[in-house]
């Protein structure tokens, strides 16, 4: 009889009792990247988390990457001067390699909305290689992608392919205008789509 009592008790409990709360989370660290927003995720190469920042309607503040340790502590940043507000292409990290157009350390590829393309230095946001592309309002807001020994840039009006180890452009191409769209490698080629919907 006890032992089906305390059952029915602890039942009872377990069941018409509110939970006190669910586990409490709060950040190990944060940081104010200063003016503007965030405008696509985080990227991680181990090492370091790189931040980009937009969204610069007036003064004089302008569009930046930011590197900081898993600890949360601040190691560099790299300012474009020259983009404009809608940075939105996703960050992304290259492992270093070897190619027949050259070899390359580890870089962070940054596109821009003014068209550029950059690789930094993942240590220290040293400018490795920086490439233009066409512009029409914007440049750059697509997702990048490696190709081998190249890296296939979304242009605003097509596709750029560069190589790694330099940006040497290997080919460029005008199709639709795009706003977002990356770019799938695949064995057999290359897969876009753009704004009118076509691929």
């Not at 940075?87 to 992304?92: E, K, R, T």
Request: glycine fraction near 12%; charged fraction near 15%; proline fraction near 7%.
């Amino acid at each position: 009889m006890r032992r089906s009592l305390i059952f029915s008790v602890g039942f009872f409990l377990f069941f018409f009792t509110p939970y006190a709360s669910a586990a409490t989370w709060s950040p190990a660290w944060e940081q104010d990247v200063g003016p503007g927003y965030i405008t696509t995720s985080p990227v991680s190469d181990g090492e370091h988390v790189y931040v980009r920042t937009s969204g610069f309607w007036t003064g004089e503040e302008r569009p930046e990457v930011k590197a900081f340790t898993h600890e949360g502590v601040p190691k560099w940043t790299h300012v474009s001067p020259t983009t404009v507000q809608h940075d939105m292409s996703p960050l992304m990290t290259v492992p270093s390699g070897t190619g027949p157009c050259g070899s390359w350390p580890e870089l962070l590829v940054v596109g821009w909305a003014d068209g550029a393309v950059e690789a930094l230095r993942p240590q220290d946001g040293a400018l490795i290689w920086n490439q233009s592309s066409a512009v029409q309002g914007w440049g750059i807001t697509g997702t990048l992608a490696v190709d081998g020994d190249h890296l296939v840039v979304p242009t605003r009006s097509g596709l750029m392919r560069v190589c790694l180890a330099d940006g040497t452009i290997d080919f460029e191409v005008e199709l639709g205008l795009g706003w977002r769209n990356g770019v799938l490698v695949a064995d057999d080629g290359f897969y876009i789509g753009d704004e009118a919907g076509t691929l």
